[in-house]
DNA sequence: ACCTGAACACCGTTCAAGT
DNA sequence: ACCTGAACACCGTTCAAGT
């Protein structure tokens, strides 16, 4: 009675577990892009309903934080550099690249943060690296904070579709700033707007590691 | 034949401006949170549809930024301390204020940065701060980013709704970390999750600062 | 326990047609 | 030029009913 269609039109349904969604996910990331990736997109994909999801995955913040884990497995911790601060600032580099891929990824990041293997796993890397430069354990602790936030922050600056008019707007509001009215921002103009944003990125992490260095904690 | 109704049933519908669409946004903002200040309900709080609205801002993301810069003119700039780098200090802390009433347009703003009057006021007086400091004027300028940048990034970062379980999350991973595969996150476990937040926060501002006069620009 | 279809309660944005 | 209603193309999440 059961039509051979019913069992053998596609390749057999897979049962779902958390670890298939996740993949799933990761799968509509990077061909579709964050847009794209709703639960009810993911839910076609996976060839179920939306409802279905939610037995894996509390909301769609969790399922951000969960495919953010996955792509931090990326993250280069192995860097061959000397110092212990050219290490700890190549893989925060490392870091900020995969997040530059998926901004609003790195969006969501900052408010549902993963609390996954690989981001614990980054985590423990960079207090390594601090302990290395002998930053006291407890600088280091908050420190770390401070940096994954700059990475995840500069990267979500980017999420931005029209990214030019965005710019030209504080680009204009900048260069139309009379000397009268602020005056400190008009003698900064130049500098304002100046430096590729890897010489930024480069020395705010820099900026960043003396700051801990120096700050003893309250 | 003019029904009298149709003349005076409402205090007279104003006229649609910018101003008066930013206006009825903040409004909204304030009595119904962010979540409900969409493009929809503030059309039919200014009993009009919402495709009038996109006359006079491009889209939500931008309204967004409009209504930031408004809130900024709550910002005190002129605080009472002594030396610069506490006053500082204090208005970044009064910034972080403002942005922590309304976490959800923190995380906005990372994005669509505001590029209005009182914005640019923030700048110009972040800037006045560091040169009185004597801060060499292009790390000033880098500088003013970062600071700007953690202060939103930390207000985002509680735009979580559910914040009490999130954090579970990230404390149970941390306390479960085995000292085998992860020992610098084992080893600093009390650290990681130590302070209030208006000390870590008081914290990260003086470490930056630090950071910012300490770090020529390349 | 897991899975589902359908429903609830919304969104942003565009566009042709009006004034 | 500005304003509008209606339409287009979606969302996240819940829930009763099934297995």
Redesign the interface.
Known sequence: MTSPRSRRERPAKPALTRAGIIDAAVAVLRAEGLAKLTMRRLAQELDTGAASLYVYVRNT?ALHAAVLDELLGEVDLDTKNTGWAERLEAVLTSYAAVLFRYPGLA?SA????P??ENY??L???L??LL?EGDVP??Q???????LL??A???A??H??ERPDE?WQ??F???RD?SPDT????A??RA??V??APE??L???F???????V??P??
Chains 1, 2 share one sequence.
């Not at 280091?140 to 401070?146: E, I, S, T």
């Not at 602020?182 to 921002?185: D, Y």
């Open positions: 913040a969006q900052l408010v549902a943060r609390s996954g614990l796993r985590v423990d890397t207090l390594g302990a354990r407890d280091a602790a908050w420190g770390v904070d401070l936030q700059h995840t922050a500069t979500a600056e999420a931005d965005e707007a504080v204009t509001a900048v700033a602020h005056p400190h921002l003698a900064a500098e304002l100046s430096g010489e930024r480069s020395w705010a820099r900026a960043l590691i003396a700051g801990i120096h700050t904690n309250p």
